[in-house]
C-alpha cells in the first residue's frame, strides 16, 4: 500500500503542531522513505510520538519509522483482540469446561486386552458439551463403527 501525499501531508502536519516544522525539502525525503506503507499505520505512529516523543526537533525518519513499527502491532494486536470479543460475545466467558476446555474431547490411557499394553483414546466428556457429543453420536452411529462403550460419562473428577 502507498500513503498518498495529502495523507502523508495530513500526519507531518499533525506531528508539526508539537515540533519544529519539518520543511518542504526534507518532506520529499520523508515521503520517498516512508510511502511504502499502510495511512493508518502512520497515523497510528504519529500519535505515538505525540504522546511520546520528549523533543522539539521533528522526529527522524528512523524514529517515525521504529514508532510505525509499534503501531503496526498495535493495530494488529486490537484486530486480533476483537477476534477474542467476537469469540467471548459467540460462547461466553472462557472455556466453561477445564478438563475438555469444551471441545467435548478428553485422552484416557486404557488397557487393550487384544495388544496387552496400554494406549490413548479419546472418549467425550462427562460435561454438557461432552454428553451433546455422546448424545448426537448416538442418535445417528455410524454402521462401520464398534459399538461405543457407554462410559463416556465415566471421567468426572
Ligand atoms: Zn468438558
Known amino acids: 500500500m502507498i500513503i498518498t501525499k495529502s495523507e502523508f501531508n495530513k500526519c507531518m502536519a499533525r506531528l508539526e503542531t508539537a515540533t519544529e516544522p519539518l520543511g518542504d525539502i526534507k518532506a520529499e525525503l520523508y515521503y520517498e522513505r516512508l510511502k511504502e506503507n499502510d495511512f493508518n499505520v502512520l497515523w497510528k505512529?504519529?500519535?505515538i510520538l505525540l504522546?511520546?516523543?520528549?523533543?522539539k526537533r521533528f522526529p527522524s525518519i528512523g524514529e517515525?519509522?521504529?514508532?510505525?513499527?509499534?503501531?503496526?502491532?498495535?493495530i494488529k494486536y486490537a484486530k486480533a483482540c476483537e477476534v477474542g470479543a467476537l469469540e467471548k460475545e459467540h460462547f461466553g466467558e472462557g472455556p466453561r469446561?477445564?478438563?475438555?476446555e469444551?471441545?467435548?474431547w478428553v485422552v484416557?490411557?486404557?488397557y487393550d486386552e487384544f495388544y496387552k499394553q496400554?494406549?490413548?483414546?479419546?472418549?467425550?466428556c462427562s460435561c454438557p458439551i461432552g454428553r451433546a457429543r455422546y448424545d448426537a453420536w448416538r442418535t445417528n452411529p455410524s454402521?462401520?463403527?464398534p459399538p461405543m462403550k457407554d462410559r463416556a460419562y465415566e471421567y468426572e473428577d
Open 64 to 74: 517515525i519509522k521504529d514508532a510505525m513499527h509499534d503501531a503496526d502491532r498495535s
Open 97 to 100: 469446561c477445564s478438563r475438555c
Open 143 to 145: 454402521k462401520d463403527l
Open 45 to 47: 505512529a504519529c500519535t
Open 118 to 124: 496400554e494406549h490413548e483414546r479419546a472418549v467425550n
Open 102 to 104: 469444551d471441545t467435548g
Open 108 to 110: 484416557v490411557n486404557e
Open 51 to 55: 504522546d511520546n516523543y520528549k523533543y
